[in-house]
């Protein structure tokens, strides 16, 4: 036995023997740079990556297995781009240790690492090629034993093609002391971090002692110390720091908190926030579950020095999985903002059941203090109280409410299904909500100004994509709401959000003495489109206008803008960013003077492009029915199409043109266009035709028989012309008047009116003129045919012009008209008249080619000179006279029948 014991014993030791001598032998003949361009096809070959290997490779055999590597890197897969690197790595383990599974390593050296981690929009990654395909799931767990670590300048980076998310660490630097499995070591780190989903850009150092047993899964982190600090959670010089010790046991699903203390100081939009978290210990196991008192605070304070302090109390808590109860949490709040002091206190008991992840806060009651002088007492109390119910794994909570506020009492409840994708339902009824109590008199408010630009495109459609994960299903009833000078009555409405549409059904509220029903909705949340269908039974917009509205009505109109001031472009951009579709129903409306009833419209609004389709009101008397679309994706443009039935002209111009120069009723039919950037410009750009019927009606501002009977100017005779401002107190009735008008470059040209009245006739291509809408300017010339008598409008009989075509001339401004008869064209029309021989022949003698040439011939002074300056029949025999005595006897005596003719002709 003893001889065979020493044989196998010989045989090993000389297997022992060759074996070192084998190691020897390779630590002195190999050299692994040798088959560096081996390695670097084979990995060609079988990955298609390249491997670049610069520095020299140094490998040590006994007693410990060794690699000293140089600067070494490999490319992407089948891609020259770099995908990890590193400057140098040192890496030695225990060769004997490996025969019992053991893997006992001296301190690992790296330095100078990169890798670039991709994960590409179908989820796989840019190593999965590097990944062994065989099934290790019988392999068996390999202890191991590493002196220490120490990693320097490391950096690593992500990107997620799908998402767009990029997050990098680099100047990565760690040291830990010895690792082994099951055992404690120290480790601390720091690095700095960068990432765009969210935005981060900030460095972080970690201490700790740490002990991992992944297969036992329990794992222990003390004494940590923990920092992260610069932009991050959307602020600027953010701090993140956590302290204290974490044992998670999950076998025993126990956890154990000591001394954890957690806080976040930085600033945020402007305003410094602090928020601590102390935990001074808590242990949660199967058997019990305790904790020492909990504390949260908050402090911040922003740019305009208003602050708020909230600070939350958990009491003690004791109990076990399925039953823990505290004794009660309560908090405290102090908010200053500008005047107004509010101070608060609440208290609940809480109770759980952690097994079944159920939460209960049975009755949290609470009140404050309100002090500020815009309330109508200067101050305000107020009290409420709550339940509230989770139960965390079936993601289902529920809770009612009942606050009490100076005049407005508020409850209801609130329901949630759904953590992730929350689904939430309410119920909110008060019976008066006081917001002049709460807010302050609207009256007192001064309007708020600020310099700030506006970070929104008004020509960019509103940002709603977070409703896509909204859910909601609720009502809203109030009795009253208050706040002055406006009460709002009887508010009903329920709101529904399904993650495709959020709508408002079964509106119903009347404001002031305006009753509104109806239904608003919103929908395609990237590109909102608002949708609505709304009654509206009577409604004053007076009452809500501007006071400085009502000056402006007053202001005189027709003026065109003035020439040196520059007139601003219109500004149609919030119209390209609106999509809608809808309808308003107005049983009776007022604007002004203006009331109107029936109104009825329907918007369409997409892109820039806008109609109102059908835009139908009843309103002066007649009624309105047509449609009006605007254009304001480039140059705005505008285009009118209305109906006008039975319409009381009169007031119509008062209100658009503050002119009522045509009186009676009548229909009017609009297809008209406009483009610009002004209203300028729109007015001289306008085009199109217009249509108007009247009856019954008078032109104001002209008496066109007294202006015949009136015109008793010698000089507006001799000068051709008898023109005269508009008087308002007199008027010309009509029975019927006719025109249409067509419109090119603002200017709108008519040669068709026709008129009748009792005095005179106007018929179709009679007249002829244009009216200047950009300028606000008129230059037409109208020709009435008198009837045979002037009486029945107060004058004379004028037989000698029954049949004449009367020129009426019509100039000046929408404001200022005027009009004249062309006296000139007059006598034209008499001289090729019956009524001039019939006058001739009353005059008789060498007079009467005098008033021939007067009325119809073109020198008006000689003729004038030779019916007033002629010699009498009986002055010739006195020589005696003188010359100018002659005349003068003379112009005396003879002239007088022929003054008398011209005055009756003329009505001097």
Same mark, same amino acid.
């Not at 991050?232 to 999950?250: E, F, W």
């Not at 010309?732 to 009116?753: R, Y």
């Not at 179709?764 to 300028?775: F, L, R, T």
């Given at each position: 036995?003893?001889?065979?014991?020493?044989?196998?014993?010989?045989?090993?030791?000389?297997? =022992?023997?060759?074996?070192?001598?084998?190691?020897?032998?390779?630590?002195?003949?190999?050299?692994?740079?040798?088959?560096?361009?081996?390695?670097?096809?084979?990995?060609?070959?079988?990955?298609?990556?390249?491997?670049?290997?610069?520095?020299?490779?140094?490998?040590?055999?006994?007693?410990?297995?060794?690699?000293?590597?140089?600067?070494?890197?490999?490319?992407?897969?089948?891609?020259?781009?770099?995908?990890?690197?590193?400057?140098?790595?040192?890496?030695?383990?225990?060769?004997?240790?490996?025969?019992?599974?053991?893997?006992?390593?001296?301190?690992?050296?790296?330095?100078?690492?990169?890798?670039?981690?991709?994960?590409?929009?179908?989820?796989?990654?840019?190593?999965?090629?590097?990944?062994?395909?065989?099934?290790? /799931?019988?392999?068996?767990?390999?202890?191991?034993?590493?002196?220490?670590?120490?990693?320097?300048?490391?950096?690593?980076?992500?990107?997620?093609?799908?998402?767009?998310?990029?997050?990098?660490?680099?100047?990565?630097?760690?040291?830990?002391?010895?690792?082994?499995?099951?055992?404690?070591?120290?480790?601390?780190?720091?690095?700095?971090?960068?990432?765009?989903?969210?935005?981060?850009?900030?460095?972080?150092?970690?201490?700790?002692?740490?002990?991992?047993?992944?297969?036992?899964?329990?794992?222990?982190?003390?004494?940590?110390? &923990?920092?992260?600090?610069?932009?991050?959670?959307?602020?600027?010089?953010?701090?993140?720091?956590?302290?204290?010790?974490?044992?998670?046991?999950?076998?025993?699903?126990?956890?154990?908190?000591? +001394?954890?203390?957690?806080?976040?100081?930085?600033?945020? &939009?402007?305003?410094?926030?602090?928020?601590?978290?102390?935990?001074?210990?808590?242990?949660?196991?199967?058997?019990?579950?305790?904790?020492?008192?909990?504390?949260?605070?908050?402090?911040?304070?922003?740019?305009?020095?208003?602050?708020?302090?909230?600070?939350?109390?958990?009491?003690?808590?004791?109990?076990?999985?399925?039953?823990?109860?505290?004794?009660?949490?309560?908090?405290?709040?102090?908010?200053?903002?500008?005047?107004?002091?509010?101070?608060?206190?609440?208290?609940?008991?809480?109770?759980?059941?952690?097994?079944?992840?159920?939460?209960?806060?049975?009755?949290?009651?609470?009140?404050?203090?309100?002090?500020?002088?815009?309330?109508?007492?200067?101050?305000?109390?107020?009290?409420?109280?709550?339940?509230?119910?989770?139960?965390?794994?079936?993601?289902?909570?529920?809770?009612?409410?009942?606050?009490?506020?100076?005049? @407005?009492?508020?409850?209801?409840?609130?329901?949630?299904?759904?953590?992730?994708?929350?689904?939430?339902?309410?119920?909110?009824?008060?019976? @008066?909500?006081?917001?002049?109590?709460?807010?302050?008199?609207?009256?007192?408010?001064?309007?708020?100004?600020?310099?700030?630009?506006?970070?929104?495109?008004?020509?960019?459609?509103?940002?709603?994509?977070?409703?896509?994960?909204?859910?909601?299903?609720?009502?809203?009833?109030?009795?009253?709401?208050?706040?002055?000078?406006?009460?709002?009555?009887?508010?009903?409405?329920?709101?529904?959000?399904?993650?495709?549409?959020?709508?408002?059904?079964?509106?119903?509220?009347?404001?002031?003495?305006?009753?509104?029903?109806?239904?608003?909705?919103?929908?395609?949340?990237?590109?909102?489109?608002?949708?609505?269908?709304?009654?509206?039974?009577?409604?004053?917009?007076?009452?809500?206008?501007?006071?400085? @509205?009502?000056?402006?009505?007053?202001?005189?109109?027709?003026? $065109?803008?003035?020439?040196?001031?520059?007139?601003?472009?219109?500004?149609?951009?919030?119209?390209?960013?609106?999509?809608?579709?809808?309808?308003?129903?107005?049983?009776?409306?007022?604007?002004?003077?203006?009331?109107?009833?029936?109104?009825?419209?329907?918007?369409?609004?997409?892109?820039?492009?806008?109609?109102?389709?059908?835009?139908?009101?009843?309103?002066?008397?007649? @009624?309105?029915?047509?449609?009006?679309?605007?254009?304001?994706?480039?140059?705005?443009?505008?285009?009118?199409?209305?109906?006008?039935?039975?319409?009381?002209? +009169?007031?119509?111009?008062?209100?658009?043109?503050?002119?009522?120069?045509?009186?009676?009723?009548?229909?009017?039919?609009?297809?008209?266009?406009?483009?610009?950037?002004?209203?300028?410009?729109? !007015?001289?750009?306008?085009?199109?035709?217009?249509?108007?019927?009247?009856?019954?009606? %008078?032109?104001?501002? =002209?008496?066109? &028989?007294?202006?015949?009977?009136?015109?008793?100017? !010698?000089?507006?005779?001799?000068?051709?012309?008898?023109?005269?401002?508009?008087?308002?107190?007199?008027?010309?009735?009509?029975?019927?008047?006719?025109? /249409?008008?067509?419109?090119?470059?603002?200017?709108?040209?008519?040669?068709?009116?026709?008129?009748? %009245?009792?005095?005179?006739?106007?018929?179709?291509?009679?007249?002829?003129?244009?009216?200047?809408?950009?300028?606000?300017?008129?230059?037409?010339?109208?020709?009435?045919?008198?009837?045979?008598?002037?009486?029945?409008?107060?004058?004379?009989?004028?037989?000698?012009? /029954?049949? =004449?075509?009367?020129?009426?001339?019509?100039?000046?401004?929408?404001?200022?008209?005027?009009?004249?008869?062309?006296?000139?064209?007059?006598?034209? &029309?008499?001289?090729?008249?019956? $009524?001039?021989?019939?006058?001739?022949?009353?005059?008789?003698?060498?007079?009467?080619?005098?008033?021939? /040439?007067?009325?119809?011939?073109?020198? !008006?002074?000689?003729?004038?000179?030779?019916?007033?300056?002629?010699?009498?029949?009986?002055?010739?025999?006195?020589?005696?006279?003188?010359?100018?005595?002659?005349?003068?006897?003379?112009?005396?005596?003879?002239?007088?029948?022929?003054?008398?003719?011209?005055?009756?002709?003329?009505?001097?």
């Amino acid at each position: 036995m003893n001889n065979t014991l020493k044989k196998i014993l010989y045989i090993v030791g000389a297997i =022992i023997g060759v074996l070192l001598l084998l190691v020897i032998y390779l630590a002195a003949t190999f050299n692994p740079n040798d088959y560096k361009s081996t390695v670097i096809q084979l990995v060609k070959d079988k990955k298609q990556r390249t491997l670049d290997i610069k520095g020299d490779i140094k490998l040590s055999f006994w007693p410990k297995i060794g690699a000293d590597l140089g600067e070494i890197s490999l490319s992407e897969h089948q891609s020259d781009k770099q995908f990890a690197a590193i400057k140098s790595a040192k890496v030695a383990l225990a060769v004997l240790p490996l025969l019992k599974k053991e893997i006992v390593v001296d301190t690992v050296y790296l330095d100078g690492a990169q890798v670039n981690v991709i994960q590409h929009a179908d989820g796989s990654f840019n190593f999965d090629d590097l990944m062994s395909k065989e099934d290790d /799931s019988e392999s068996q767990q390999i202890n191991f034993d590493v002196q220490g670590i120490k990693i320097t300048n490391t950096q690593a980076g992500f990107l997620n093609e799908a998402s767009g998310a990029k997050y990098s660490v680099d100047q990565l630097n760690l040291t830990t002391g010895q690792v082994a499995l099951k055992q404690p070591f120290d480790v601390a780190t720091d690095f700095h971090v960068a990432a765009n989903q969210p935005a981060m850009d900030a460095n972080a150092s970690i201490k700790a002692n740490v002990m991992a047993d992944p297969e036992g899964k329990h794992f222990v982190v003390k004494d940590l110390d &923990a920092q992260l600090k610069g932009a991050l959670l959307d602020g600027k010089d953010v701090t993140l720091s956590a302290q204290g010790s974490v044992d998670v046991d999950a076998a025993k699903t126990a956890l154990n908190l000591a +001394g954890l203390k957690v806080a976040m100081q930085g600033n945020f &939009a402007g305003t410094d926030r602090n928020v601590t978290l102390e935990a001074p210990a808590l242990a949660v196991n199967p058997e019990q579950i305790s904790s020492d008192k909990v504390l949260l605070a908050l402090k911040q304070k922003a740019a305009n020095g208003d602050d708020v302090t909230v600070e939350v109390a958990l009491a003690e808590i004791k109990g076990n999985q399925q039953a823990v109860e505290s004794k009660g949490i309560t908090a405290d709040v102090q908010l200053n903002a500008g005047a107004r002091k509010v101070e608060g206190h609440f208290a609940s008991p809480v109770k759980a059941n952690l097994a079944d992840m159920i939460f209960d806060v049975p009755g949290l009651a609470g009140k404050f203090d309100i002090k500020d002088p815009a309330l109508p007492n200067g101050a305000m109390q107020g009290q409420f109280k709550l339940s509230a119910n989770a139960n965390v794994k079936q993601e289902q909570a529920k809770s009612t409410f009942d606050l009490t506020l100076a005049e @407005t009492r508020l409850n209801g409840d609130v329901s949630v299904a759904g953590f992730k994708t929350p689904h939430i339902g309410f119920k909110v009824h008060a019976d @008066t909500l006081n917001l002049n109590a709460l807010l302050g008199n609207s009256k007192q408010k001064a309007p708020a100004t600020s310099t700030a630009k506006a970070d929104t495109k008004p020509d960019k459609p509103a940002e709603l994509s977070a409703l896509k994960t909204l859910f909601l299903d609720g009502s809203i009833n109030i009795g009253k709401i208050l706040y002055s000078p406006y009460t709002l009555t009887g508010l009903n409405v329920a709101i529904k959000a399904d993650g495709q549409k959020l709508a408002l059904q079964g509106l119903d509220v009347k404001l002031d003495d305006t009753r509104i029903q109806g239904n608003v909705g919103i929908s395609q949340f990237s590109k909102p489109l608002y949708t609505f269908d709304l009654n509206i039974d009577k409604l004053d917009l007076n009452r809500y206008l501007p006071q400085q @509205t009502a000056a402006a009505e007053s202001k005189p109109a027709g003026n $065109a803008p003035d020439s040196h001031s520059e007139e601003q472009p219109l500004d149609l951009s919030p119209l390209k960013a609106l999509n809608a579709q809808g309808n308003i129903r107005v049983g009776w409306l007022k604007y002004g003077k203006t009331e109107a009833k029936n109104l009825n419209i329907g918007l369409k609004s997409q892109d820039g492009l806008a109609s109102l389709d059908p835009l139908n009101v009843d309103v002066y008397q007649g @009624t309105v029915r047509g449609a009006v679309k605007v254009d304001a994706r480039a140059t705005p443009s505008i285009a009118i199409n209305q109906n006008l039935q039975n319409i009381a002209v +009169g007031p119509l111009l008062m209100d658009t043109i503050n002119n009522d120069m045509l009186s009676g009723n009548g229909n009017l039919k609009l297809d008209v266009t406009a483009q610009g950037n002004t209203v300028t410009a729109l !007015k001289k750009s306008l085009g199109g035709l217009v249509d108007l019927r009247m009856a019954d009606g %008078a032109v104001k501002g =002209i008496d066109i &028989a007294g202006t015949i009977r009136d015109a008793k100017s !010698k000089l507006n005779v001799l000068k051709g012309q008898s023109d005269t401002a508009a008087d308002q107190s007199k008027k010309t009735d009509f029975s019927e008047l006719t025109a /249409s008008f067509n419109i090119k470059n603002g200017v709108a040209h008519n040669e068709d009116l026709a008129m009748k %009245a009792p005095v005179f006739r106007l018929t179709k291509g009679e007249s002829k003129g244009d009216i200047d809408i950009g300028k606000e300017q008129i230059n037409y010339v109208a020709k009435p045919t008198l009837v045979n008598s002037l009486k029945g409008q107060g004058g004379k009989e004028s037989d000698e012009l /029954s049949g =004449i075509g009367i020129p009426i001339k019509i100039t000046g401004t929408f404001a200022a008209p005027k009009f004249g008869i062309d006296m000139a064209a007059l006598g034209q &029309a008499l001289a090729k008249s019956a $009524a001039l021989d019939a006058l001739t022949d009353k005059i008789g003698g060498d007079k009467a080619g005098a008033v021939k /040439s007067l009325i119809g011939g073109d020198n !008006k002074a000689d003729a004038l000179k030779g019916l007033l300056n002629g010699k009498s029949s009986g002055s010739s025999t006195d020589d005696t006279k003188s010359d100018a005595a002659k005349q003068e006897s003379g112009s005396n005596t003879e002239t007088k029948p022929a003054q008398k003719a011209l005055k009756k002709l003329l009505k001097f």
